[in-house]
């Protein structure tokens, strides 16, 4: 079973909102590949077909002008992620802010700046060699917290960007999306800097770059995490 079957079994098991908890002895006809999640009234996860997306052009034209979550009216653009298509490293964010919102694309604004900074001349990646995502890819409003129902309708599509990629290493940035990827409600300064599993990718969990602006201090911590990413890559090790 794909990452994505079992992320979609896994829903239904715990009978999250749009993942029907499964009532009783499995179906007897065989479910097809490419819906393992059937769409009735209800059911918020109604995207047969994901499963059958081969690259990210695909993956983006099945989401299209989503109308999935609540989150879609508020809207300017839908914020898919940017980068390599082959990345070895990911980095996921929380949801699009005010100017992704706007511009379309994962951390431009002021956050943005300070994670384009870590990536180019921390790591000395350019950035267009990594590819950046949140959790979520429409802006909630006022930039609260994306809602459970919100993350079951769009990490999905996240986890089906990750299979497409295929990269070694997943940096979570900040407490939302860390908690959110690893189901967990630890505080992010007792998970960063060590190593979890998301879905059979290494996921290390660090500081957001909006918590660094805030607290300069911690960058120092940061770039410990950092620098375990680019020891596992073999990056910034040796001669380049
Ligand atoms: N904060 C995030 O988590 N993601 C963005 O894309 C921008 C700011």
Redesign the pocket.
Known sequence: MSALGAYVEHQRELGVLGFPRNPGPAPEAPRARTTSVEPTPGNLFVSPGLEATRNLEELRTHIGDCRRCKLAPHRTHL?FGVGSPRARLVFV?????R??DLQG?????R??QL?TEIITKGMKVRREDVY????IKCRPPDNRNPEPDEVASCEPFLLRQLELIGPEVVVA??K??VQTLLRVKTPITQLRGRWYDYHGIKLMPTF???YLLRNPADKRLVWQDIQKVMLELGIGTGPR
């Open positions: 914020v964010g929380e949801a699009p802010g100017d992704e694309e994962p951390f431009v604004g956050a943005g994670l950046i995502a949140n959790v940035l900040g939302f999306a957001h770059p909006a």
